[in-house]
């Protein structure tokens, strides 16, 4: 067993241990204590199960994930359990040996244990809102798809192209999907905007390209008056498995690239496409991944832009936000509209129209959910159609963007 799971491990044991006192302080009931027990070593035994039959090159998905996220829901509500119960330990420690080295007893000794169940009624209080809320994020969370819409105003948009109307899509990872309905409602919801195209923004698959076999026909439903248009995630290459050869690594890429083909999207690599209208035309540059830090750079946006005009009206498909504020913001040209993804908003965070936003994932990303504007470009991230990893979603639901271009002073 690897090490990191047994250290792991032991530390899940001695906070549910001691998360236990709370539990027990509010609950005497020998079967709910009983019941704590074996919920909580259940966790852990499914874990190690899956962990032990796991073979690399499989991927994080299916029982696995699921296994590892009914895992962390348990770590969390014994870990807030157990440091509440510690706390109250150590004040009630601190209070014992101030009482003996000061010889005084306190009149309040002889509440302590009212004191004890109060706090343990806060400690389970607290510890079950992250605990339903990552259990519900795994029921139903993963599949709550929101339809995003925005307005975005340009000077020199061309007027053909007033109340041209765009759905994002990004971030499917088909690997992870594990309910077949589900997957279709959202697949109908994009063709029910009926908008003038689709982009995806990466991330067809986790790993593989018989992972989206299944759902190329549900994905083949997708539909838009002036095409579907793609571009390749950071886990399209392949990078996150284990390959028999370099050659059979390269052979799935272009087995994807066949299967973006076959479900409808024109994959743009390095390169560009016009959309026209009227007689009137945009430019859509597509980028392959180029990530900040140890993420793959394989997108050359000076290739992308050969054949297109400073003048012409730019938008730009772009997986990884980083590339966006590294790269095409200070760039000579001017991108009216990057589409990315990547980000996933986590798949756990808050989000409360006008008062609220926020994941711990704002820690790494500056852009990283959402519509936002810098020197007069504007970038969209989306938040993913699909999850992987943490096999849900908490409060980061899954997105689908539909954009409306307008030219400004035209009704």
Request: glycine share 10%; proline share 3%; aromatic share 16%.
């Amino acid at each position: 067993m690897p090490r990191f799971v047994i250290v792991l491990s032991i530390i899940y044991i001695v906070m549910a241990i001691y998360g236990f006192q709370a539990f027990r302080t509010l609950f005497k009931s020998v079967w709910a204590n009983w019941a704590y027990g074996i919920f909580f070593l259940g966790a852990l035994l499914f874990l190690i199960v899956k962990v032990l039959a796991y073979t690399p090159g499989d991927g994080f998905r299916g029982s696995v994930a699921v296994a590892a996220g009914v895992f962390f829901a348990f770590f969390l509500l014994g870990g807030v359990l157990g440091s509440f119960m510690l706390l109250e330990d150590i004040g009630r420690g601190f209070a014992f040996v101030y009482n003996k080295v000061s010889g005084f007893s306190h009149p309040e000794n002889g509440h302590l244990p009212a004191r004890r169940k109060f706090i343990s009624a806060i400690a389970v209080g607290l510890a079950s809102i992250p605990f339903g809320a990552l259990l519900y994020g795994m029921y139903r969370g993963k599949y709550n798809y929101q339809v995003l819409k925005y307005e975005l105003e340009f000077d020199d948009l061309p007027e053909a192209f007033h109340g041209y109307q765009i759905t994002q899509i990004s971030d499917v990872h088909s690997g992870s999907f594990d309910d077949a309905v589900k997957v279709a409602y959202g697949v109908d919801l994009i063709n029910q905007q009926k908008s003038d195209v689709i982009f995806f923004t990466g991330d067809m698959v986790n790993d593989r390209t018989d992972e989206m076999i299944p759902w190329k026909e549900t994905f083949a439903r997708l539909e838009a008056k002036d095409g579907m248009f793609s571009i390749l995630g950071n886990h399209d290459y392949g990078d996150y498995t284990t390959w028999e050869t370099e050659e059979a690594k390269a052979q799935n890429l272009e087995d994807l690239k066949a299967v973006q083909k076959e479900i409808g999207f024109d994959l743009i690599l390095n390169s560009n496409r016009y959309l026209e209208r009227d007689g009137q035309k945009i430019a859509l540059l597509g980028v392959e991944n180029w990530g900040r830090g140890g993420f793959k750079k394989a997108g050359d946006l000076e290739k992308a832009k050969e054949g297109v005009s400073k003048d012409d009206f730019k938008i730009l498909l772009s997986h990884d936000p980083s590339h966006w504020e590294d790269i095409a913001l200070h760039d000579d040209y001017h991108y009216h509209l990057t589409l990315s993804g990547h980000t996933h908003g986590m798949q756990f965070g808050v989000e409360i129209p006008g008062w609220v936003k926020w994941s711990p994932v704002k820690w790494r990303y500056k852009y990283w959910a959402g519509l936002y504007k810098e020197l007069g470009q504007f970038i969209n991230v989306n938040r993913g159609f699909g999850f992987i990893g943490y096999p849900g979603r908490v409060g980061i639901w899954p997105e689908i963007s539909v954009i409306t271009l307008k030219k400004k002073g035209m009704a």
